[in-house]
């Protein structure tokens, strides 16, 4: 009988011991406290997640299952967009997810009182892609949308499109602007690329996206060695990349404070600036060739006053032509900082000064030297176009005196212990009476393909003993508030 009892007293306890880890899920359930944070705290928890997790969690419980409906941010991207090589995903397959997703997000928001902040979609033109423009369109027609945002993708990237191929996706973006012309009223920014559009097509485009803030314009045109007038009331950033454009005509942009212009085929001026009073911020690379002119900043900028200046020069020839410092009065009176890249290794930098000298009340310049070509066979250079002659054979320049009270930081990346960088820094420090600090980095590390790459002879000084050779040369013991920084 006691071992009965004793067994039963085992098998009670056996039943508690299974209990207990009942009793705790309840117990964890009851003190859940991701669950019971305030609905806008845990949007922001969820909406820091991709589109795929964020719809996953609306299987944890009854009540996140509101969660798709609540986003104020959606973000609906396909997988691949490798610009170089072949792209890597199947189009139909990438548009068919893109359209579940904005299916499942977009639909389930049909009487939802949320508002849509910030609406990010990246999908290609092709299959499917009217179905996702009609989804779209529906849902900024029947919900505010704040900001809205589409990357339109094509299936050949720029290196493999022709001519025809972009004709092509410019009649399927023509047909996505007709489709949802409520989504396009309420874009704030759109990138396009490898599109061939007729010019009045382009032009109402611009005119559907009224609200539109930035556009980028990736190997787009309106035909080989076609002129471009650009007119948007409220346009703030503007990119043209890799334009087959005689010219581009900056006519009325009231807004425009940003402007990426790079690799232009036009043996002309490829720009020209109209009204344009709040630009100040202006990027311009180029692949210089033979055939390309020789641009004077003062006729090319016109009546833009701007603060912040990049050149860039792919190492290539200098496109840039030195100017007497009263002709750029104008367009560097403004001017805070100038950024020159790219300039190709055998260059004299002495060219550089005429910048400086023009511009008074620049702070801070930075020269990026670097010999990473894009094209090095020899053969190839010729048929492309590319300049036997020095690289800056056309930028001569005479130094003279002259003193600059502004300047406080010049940096130079891909400094060498050499007699012309050490001589050109030497010139600045005489000329800027005020600089402060001068800031002397290593060459960038090239790509594996570049053959310019590790190649023996690099002079850059990484020792202490290299370094004090570089500061006594320089001779900074009597400026005693000029620094001396090798950033690592």
């Known amino acids: 009988m006691e071992e009965a009892e ?52 609306s299987i944890l419980a009854r009540r996140w299952k509101q969660i798709p409906a609540m986003l104020s941010k959606i973000l609906i991207m396909v997988g691949s967009t490798d610009d170089v090589q072949e792209r890597s995903c199947d189009v139909a397959r990438a548009n068919a997810t893109v359209l579940g997703a904005t299916r499942s997000l977009l639909e389930s928001r049909i009487a939802s009182p949320y508002t849509i902040h910030r609406l990010c979609m990246q999908f290609f033109l092709g299959n499917k892609y009217k179905k996702i423009a009609r989804i779209v369109d529906k849902t900024i027609r029947n919900h505010k949308v704040g900001f809205a945002e589409f990357t339109m993708l094509t299936e050949k990237a720029y290196a493999r499109s022709s001519p025809a191929d972009r004709f092509a996706y410019g009649r399927q973006l023509k047909k996505f602007i007709l489709t949802c012309p409520n989504a396009c009223s309420r874009l704030t920014r759109l990138k396009l690329e490898n599109l061939r559009l007729l010019e009045p097509d382009l032009a109402c ?132 900082l100038v950024n020159l890249a790219a300039i190709s290794d055998e260059c004299n930098l002495t060219w550089t000064l005429f910048v400086l000298q023009g511009a008074p009340s620049l702070e801070e310049l930075c ?20 300049s036997e002659e020095r690289k800056d054979a056309g930028a001569k320049w005479e130094t003279c005196d002259f003193k600059h009270h502004k300047l406080a930081v010049l ?8 007699v012309k960088f050490l001589d050109y820094i030497t010139t600045v420090m005489k000329a800027a009476v005020n600089l402060k600090d001068i800031y002397l980095h290593e060459k960038p590390a090239c790509e594996e393909k570049c053959a310019y790459r590790r190649q023996q002879g690099d002079r850059f000084p990484r020792s202490t003993k290299q370094r004090m050779l570089v500061w006594n040369s320089l001779d900074v013991h009597p400026r005693s508030l000029l620094t001396l920084h090798f950033p690592f």
């Open 411 to 418: 940096r130079i990346c891909g400094f060498q212990s050499e």
């Open 6 to 57: 004793g067994t039963g007293e085992k098998r009670r306890g056996s039943t508690t011991t299974r209990r207990q880890p009942k009793e705790a899920d309840e117990r964890a359930l009851q003190h859940d406290w991701l669950s019971n944070l305030p609905d806008d705290l845990l949007l922001n928890i969820i909406e820091r997640l991709d589109v795929a997790d964020a719809m996953r969690t």
């Open 205 to 336: 485009i611009l005119q559907v996206c009224r609200r539109l803030e930035f556009l980028r314009l990736d190997n787009c045109d309106v035909g080989h060695r076609s002129l471009l007038a650009v007119e948007h009331p409220r346009l703030r950033e503007l990119e043209i990349v890799r334009s087959e454009f005689e010219r581009v005509d900056l006519n009325f942009l009231p807004e425009l404070t940003t402007l990426t212009f790079s690799f232009w085929l036009s043996l002309h001026d490829p720009l020209s600036f109209g009204y344009v009073p709040l630009l100040h911020t202006v990027s311009i690379s180029n692949t210089g060739r033979s055939f390309h002119k020789m641009l004077k900043l003062s006729e090319f900028l016109g009546k833009a006053t701007i603060s912040n200046l990049h050149l860039g020069f792919e190492s290539e020839k200098i496109w840039v032509k030195p100017e007497d410092p009263r002709e750029l009065s104008q367009v560097f009176s403004k001017l805070r």
């Open 367 to 386: 020269i990026r030297v670097c010999d990473c070509l894009g094209v090095w066979d020899e053969e190839q250079r010729r048929k492309l176009g590319y």
